[in-house]
């Protein structure tokens, strides 16, 4: 009777093991068919057919910028808005000039709350298209929270610029799209809101507030005819991340955009390109505390690197 309640015991453990792994199998190859559809398969929309203007936060570097100029690639006008007035200026000359279409440029401060008016009325009557929500900013470098130097004012910048950005903006660009039943708005996310990311605590969760912003309000407004879409890179060569050199895994800022100009309507998040989708999916095979673990170890890395960086600096002046 025990050789028969162990064997009994064996094949259940067997037959669990075998449903487990098939399972994973399952989870993967949908997984892999899903890429394939967004990332390979897909093409950028007919934009005019949703409005003539785009609107672009934070349009004067990195992923911003390269979101502006592959704009107006395909024919549509730019409202560049950002803080600096010289690089507003700068940016919407070398655009009108490049791709031959109209600018309009917005200084704005998005740590500031009472700027929304005044762009509200600065793009009234322009036939807008789509928006994206871009602007954000981060910590200098990686930081443990309460070591982190003018706590108060971060906290404060990064809520303003990380997220009440995406609400104004939303608030803003969004009535003129329903009356018409179309309309296209991509936020900026990161891939840092996968999981809670230690020593970026403030940063992950702001980005994670954008995800699940875009989801509900994809979801409210499914019928109505806007597309409503997350954007969750990895690292992208920006003076964001602070890596100058591309490569496979970490593309430049204009060929980032041009691919996930292609993803719009395949998907409510997107990781921008096949590259930054195959690490998500990787990810999404471990627990998340072993995310968080690794997260936290590159992360413990990059802080005592630039540390180092700053007390050498610090004794040589």
């Not at 969760?205 to 407004?221: H, I, N, P, R």
């Not at 690292?235 to 593309?251: D, G, Q």
């Amino acid at each position: 009777t025990l050789w028969k309640n162990n064997f009994v015991l064996s094949k259940m453990i067997e037959l669990c093991g075998k449903i487990l792994v098939g399972f994973i199998a399952v989870k993967i190859c949908l997984q892999l068919f899903h890429l394939f559809y967004v990332y390979v398969l897909g093409s950028c929309p007919n934009l005019k057919r949703y409005g003539d203007w785009s609107v672009v936060t934070g349009a004067t570097d990195g992923i911003g910028r390269a979101f502006a100029e592959n704009l107006a690639k395909k024919g549509q006008n730019i409202v560049l808005i950002s803080r600096n007035p010289e690089k507003l200026k700068n940016v919407a000359a070398e655009i009108e000039s490049k791709y031959q279409v109209e600018t309009r440029t917005i200084q704005a401060d998005f740590s500031s709350s009472d700027i929304y008016e005044n762009i509200g009325k600065e793009i009234s009557g322009l036939d807008i298209g789509l928006l994206v929500n871009n602007v954000g900013i981060s910590y200098d470098f990686p930081e443990e929270l309460m070591s982190v130097t003018g706590l108060t004012s971060f906290m404060k910048s990064t809520m303003a610029i990380n997220v009440t950005s995406v609400l104004g903006m939303t608030e803003v660009v969004m009535p003129a799209m329903l009356k018409k039943r179309k309309g296209i708005i991509l936020n900026v996310s990161s891939a840092a809101a996968l999981q809670p990311t230690p020593l970026l605590t403030i940063y992950s969760a702001s980005k994670l507030f954008v995800d699940c912003f875009s989801q509900a309000l994809g979801f409210e407004y499914s019928k109505s005819g806007i597309t409503i879409q997350t954007v969750m890179p990895f690292y992208v060569t920006t003076k964001l991340s602070k890596i100058r050199k591309s490569s496979f895994f970490v593309p430049t800022p204009d060929s980032y955009v041009a691919s996930t100009l292609k993803t719009i309507g395949r998907s409510r998040r997107t990781f921008g390109c096949l590259s930054h989708a195959l690490q998500a999916m990787l990810m999404s095979l471990a627990p998340e505390y072993i995310r968080m673990f690794v997260a936290a170890k590159m992360n413990y890395g990059v802080r005592a690197h630039a540390l180092k960086k700053r007390a050498k600096a610090t004794k040589s002046s």
